[in-house]
Nanobody, 122 residues
């Protein structure tokens, strides 16, 4: 069982930056591919970024060049650095863990955090 807790959300103006953190409860993060998903009001959940056990990263096209996912296995924490934020990035962001594989849209992992709200104002 993996318990995930996100933090770092908030209100920011367009063009600003935020860094989300996802802390895992157990010292097993190195066995999990990690990902970030988001759900905007009135929309379905969307894959945002993922990082494999080896550190390879994957992004949805709309955030490439602006968001960076990173992991620190020693701290059992995954980060999502979000720069040049846009109003359309407004959503609840969720951390996800999938054992031995990266989370993807059609196959997210079994473990989810509670979500953290990101609001970007114009």
């Amino acid at each position: 069982q993996v318990h995930l807790v996100e933090s770092g959300g908030g209100l920011v103006q367009a063009g600003g930056s935020l860094r989300l953190s996802c802390a895992a409860s157990a010292r097993t993060l190195s066995s999990y591919g990690m990902g970030w998903f988001r759900r905007a009001p009135g929309k379905e959940r969307e894959f945002v970024a993922a990082i494999s056990l080896s550190g390879s990263t994957y992004y949805v096209d709309s955030v490439k060049g602006r968001f960076t996912i990173a992991r620190d296995n020693a701290k059992d924490t995954v980060y999502l650095q979000m720069n040049s934020l846009k109003v359309e990035d407004t959503a609840v962001y969720f951390c996800n863990a999938r054992r031995y594989a990266i989370p993807i849209s059609s196959a997210p992992g079994n473990y989810w955090g509670q979500g953290t709200q990101v609001t970007v104002s114009s």
